[in-house]
């Protein structure tokens, strides 16, 4: 079990320390992440700034902080946004059962039937560049698998002793499903949710980085990286900073969430 | 045989999704789209100059543009049924002759990646829990641990520096040579064979837990017999089970790898076509992948089958 614990403290390091440059990075660091200065393109690490400067002279504290502020805030809403939708339609579904279930699981297996990522392409091409197709898309595509687990738990629960007592004293859905189901949801809704944030904090640097995603100049991990990639000789740090924020955002992420989720 | 029909309707009702989700998001696009579609075509067929409103209402007339929306859907939807996917607005060429050209290399590239993936990742997860607890088994966990963290395209880029720059002995990019399948299906195989690696070691601890095993000890049988004939197998079912889930990384996967290696296949014409908006070849493209995505997923139903004869009587 100790291992798990280190498991664990492994990834809330890693998670605390990006949520952190998200929240005070842009307030602490002065310099502007857009604010190009040709004449000081390119330069090493520890001058005046303590990453360096990009191709164009920005600084890349600046914007890896802006673009963890990004990357952190993005994910949270999207997986926050799937995790509601999949949560209430999941309880909706196993207490009504009939037609609604049948509806929801149709809309559940229609969603399925295609590898997120095309879905999310489709929608980008709506309004190239911008966040909303993004956030919808991968919002939609996280959605199932909360929706899944708490529907099949909630039925079984339903059936449960205690919660057809509390039915014959007369008590509601709303008092069943806040006593009932949501204890036993938690944990793995909270597994769920860390999985589904690791996955869309993915998917946007993914996204951006074969340019279907944010654009420049919004500083973006993956943006940064395309930027990068031509200076890889020049630059190596540069173009490491990202990934690395990356790498250990995700890796966190799914630290935090356990294995065995997906 | 009535579980073989119901798996192969399970895959036609998603392949029927798939069509429908592409086909209907695509004719919204299309509506999406700024300004008049009459006078869109009509540019496009007689030149910018030529157009006037008489054109432009003539093609309205011809196309049956001014009709109530969801006869216009319909239509769209039928057009996809007939498997007339109209042209590439960038090129001017057949939408489904540039996915039949495309179609090759991407389903050569997948195979690749599973079959690589299939060699390397279940052995080293079989080793591994043959070694719980161990050294080789803690460090290949943490590395399979921090592989499925980082993203192909990250994957894709180390690769790309280290064995195509740095060392140069392959090339970077492209396709007209033997050696440029190394790194795109290395960058495939390498996420695929983290996951399944890992699957297979919880399947294979799981099995060697069972009573069976304990039997097979018991009569006497050496540990390569008891692995060889009584673990394998019944490790092998849920990771073929589990090779329905990473069909969706392979897929996504496959559209990054091709954009990043500039592999001439359908995820990479598929993300140009998002790029220039390209209504005709993102459908048909986005099609291609989606019903390849369930034709791998009914492959692996039926090796599910072929593995476990639980499954088969259930």
């Given at each position: 079990?100790?291992?798990?614990?280190?498991?664990?403290?492994?990834?809330?390091?890693?998670?605390?320390?990006?949520?952190?440059?998200?929240?005070?990075?842009?307030?602490?660091?002065?310099?502007?992440?857009?604010?190009?200065?040709?004449?000081?393109a390119?330069?090493?690490?520890?001058?005046?700034?303590?990453?360096?400067?990009?191709?164009?002279g920005?600084?890349?504290?600046?914007?890896?902080?802006?673009?963890?502020?990004?990357?952190?805030?993005?994910?949270?809403?999207s997986?926050?946004?799937?995790?509601?939708?999949?949560?209430?339609?999941?309880?909706?579904?196993?207490?009504?059962?009939?037609?609604?279930?049948?509806?929801?699981?149709?809309?559940?297996?229609?969603?399925?039937?295609?590898?997120?990522?095309?879905?999310?392409?489709?929608?980008?091409?709506?309004?190239?560049?911008?966040?909303?197709?993004?956030y919808?898309?991968?919002?939609?595509?996280?959605?199932?698998?909360?929706?899944?687990?708490?529907?099949?738990?909630?039925?079984?629960?339903?059936?449960?002793?205690?919660?057809?007592?509390?039915?014959?004293?007369?008590?509601?859905?709303?008092?069943?499903?806040?006593?009932?189901?949501?204890?036993?949801?938690?944990?793995?809704?909270?597994a769920?949710?860390?999985?589904?944030?690791?996955?869309?904090?993915a998917?946007?640097?993914?996204?951006?980085?074969?340019?279907?995603?944010?654009?420049?100049?919004?500083p973006?991990?993956?943006?940064?990286?395309?930027?990068?990639?031509?200076?890889?000789?020049?630059?190596?740090?540069?173009l490491?900073?990202?990934?690395?924020l990356?790498f250990?955002t995700?890796?966190?992420?799914?630290?935090?969430?356990?294995?065995?989720?997906? | 045989?009535?579980?073989?029909?119901?798996?192969?309707?399970?895959?036609?009702?998603?392949?029927?999704f798939?069509?429908?989700?592409?086909?209907?998001?695509?004719?919204?696009?299309?509506?999406?789209?700024?300004?008049?579609?009459?006078?869109?075509?009509?540019?496009?067929?007689?030149?910018?100059?030529?157009?006037?409103?008489?054109?432009?209402?003539?093609?309205?007339?011809?196309?049956?543009?001014?009709?109530?929306?969801?006869?216009?859907?319909?239509d769209?939807?039928?057009n996809?049924?007939?498997?007339?996917?109209?042209?590439?607005?960038?090129s001017?060429?057949?939408?489904?002759?540039?996915?039949?050209?495309?179609?090759?290399?991407?389903?050569?590239?997948?195979?690749?990646?599973?079959?690589?993936?299939?060699?390397?990742?279940?052995?080293?997860?079989?080793?591994?829990?043959l070694?719980?607890?161990?050294?080789?088994?803690a460090?290949?966990t943490?590395?399979?641990?921090?592989?499925?963290?980082?993203?192909?395209?990250?994957?894709?880029?180390?690769?790309?520096?280290?064995?195509?720059?740095?060392?140069?002995?392959?090339?970077?990019?492209?396709?007209?040579?033997?050696?440029?399948?190394?790194?795109?299906?290395?960058?495939?195989a390498l996420?695929?064979?983290?996951?399944?690696?890992?699957?297979?070691?919880?399947?294979?601890?799981?099995?060697?837990?069972?009573?069976?095993?304990?039997?097979?000890?018991?009569?006497?049988?050496?540990e390569?017999?008891?692995?060889?004939?009584?673990?394998?197998?019944?490790?092998?079912?849920?990771v073929?089970?589990?090779?329905?889930v990473?069909?969706?990384?392979?897929?996504?996967g496959?559209?990054?790898?091709?954009?990043?290696?500039?592999?001439?296949?359908?995820?990479?014409?598929?993300?140009?076509?998002?790029?220039?908006?390209?209504?005709?070849?993102?459908?048909?493209?986005?099609?291609?992948?989606?019903l390849?995505?369930?034709?791998?997923?009914?492959?692996?139903?039926?090796?599910?089958?072929?593995?476990?004869?639980r499954?088969?009587?259930?």
């Amino acid at each position: 079990m100790s291992s798990r614990f280190v498991r664990r403290a492994i990834g809330a390091a890693c998670v605390g320390a990006v949520v952190l440059l998200a929240i005070l990075g842009p307030w602490l660091i002065e310099a502007d992440p857009l604010r190009q200065n040709l004449r000081a393109a390119l330069r090493p690490p520890f001058g005046d700034d303590l990453l360096g400067t990009d191709h164009l002279g920005r600084s890349v504290l600046a914007r890896l902080a802006h673009a963890a502020r990004l990357s952190v805030s993005f994910g949270a809403a999207s997986a926050a946004s799937a995790a509601l939708l999949g949560t209430g339609l999941g309880l909706v579904a196993a207490l009504r059962g009939g037609i609604v279930d049948r509806v929801a699981g149709a809309l559940c297996d229609a969603t399925m039937a295609l590898p997120g990522l095309l879905l999310v392409l489709i929608l980008a091409a709506f309004a190239p560049g911008a966040f909303w197709p993004l956030y919808l898309g991968i919002a939609l595509a996280l959605w199932v698998e909360f929706f899944r687990l708490v529907r099949t738990v909630a039925r079984s629960r339903l059936m449960a002793p205690e919660v057809e007592a509390a039915r014959l004293f007369g008590f509601g859905d709303l008092h069943i499903v806040k006593r009932h189901l949501l204890p036993h949801l938690l944990p793995a809704l909270g597994a769920l949710f860390a999985f589904g944030f690791g996955a869309s904090v993915a998917a946007v640097s993914t996204l951006s980085f074969i340019g279907v995603g944010l654009r420049p100049p919004t500083p973006e991990w993956g943006n940064m990286m395309t930027e990068l990639l031509p200076y890889y000789d020049e630059a190596p740090i540069q173009l490491l900073a990202p990934a690395g924020l990356l790498f250990a955002t995700v890796l966190g992420l799914q630290l935090l969430a356990g294995r065995d989720t997906k | 045989m009535g579980g073989v029909g119901r798996a192969l309707a399970d895959r036609l009702l998603q392949a029927l999704f798939v069509a429908l989700l592409v086909g209907v998001l695509c004719f919204f696009l299309a509506e999406a789209l700024p300004g008049d579609q009459a006078f869109r075509i009509a540019a496009a067929r007689y030149g910018e100059d030529m157009v006037s409103g008489i054109a432009a209402d003539a093609v309205r007339a011809e196309l049956g543009l001014d009709r109530p929306a969801w006869l216009r859907l319909a239509d769209w939807l039928l057009n996809i049924a007939r498997i007339d996917l109209g042209v590439s607005l960038v090129s001017g060429e057949s939408v489904f002759e540039e996915l039949v050209h495309q179609l090759g290399s991407t389903i050569g590239l997948s195979l690749a990646a599973l079959a690589l993936s299939a060699l390397v990742g279940p052995p080293l997860g079989v080793f591994f829990a043959l070694r719980a607890g161990k050294l080789p088994d803690a460090i290949g966990t943490a590395a399979a641990a921090a592989l499925r963290a980082l993203p192909s395209f990250a994957v894709g880029i180390a690769l790309m520096l280290v064995f195509a720059s740095w060392l140069a002995v392959v090339p970077a990019a492209g396709y007209d040579q033997p050696q440029s399948w190394l790194l795109p299906t290395t960058t495939l195989a390498l996420g695929l064979a983290a996951t399944s690696s890992i699957v297979s070691r919880q399947a294979t601890l799981a099995v060697l837990q069972s009573s069976q095993i304990a039997f097979a000890r018991t009569k006497g049988l050496g540990e390569f017999d008891v692995v060889r004939r009584h673990a394998v197998r019944n490790a092998a079912a849920p990771v073929v089970a589990y090779l329905g889930v990473q069909l969706v990384y392979l897929v996504e996967g496959v559209v990054v790898v091709e954009s990043l290696f500039a592999w001439p296949g359908i995820g990479h014409a598929l993300v140009h076509a998002v790029i220039a908006r390209d209504i005709p070849m993102l459908q048909g493209t986005a099609l291609a992948m989606g019903l390849l995505f369930v034709l791998l997923n009914a492959a692996v139903d039926f090796a599910c089958r072929a593995i476990d004869p639980r499954v088969r009587h259930a």
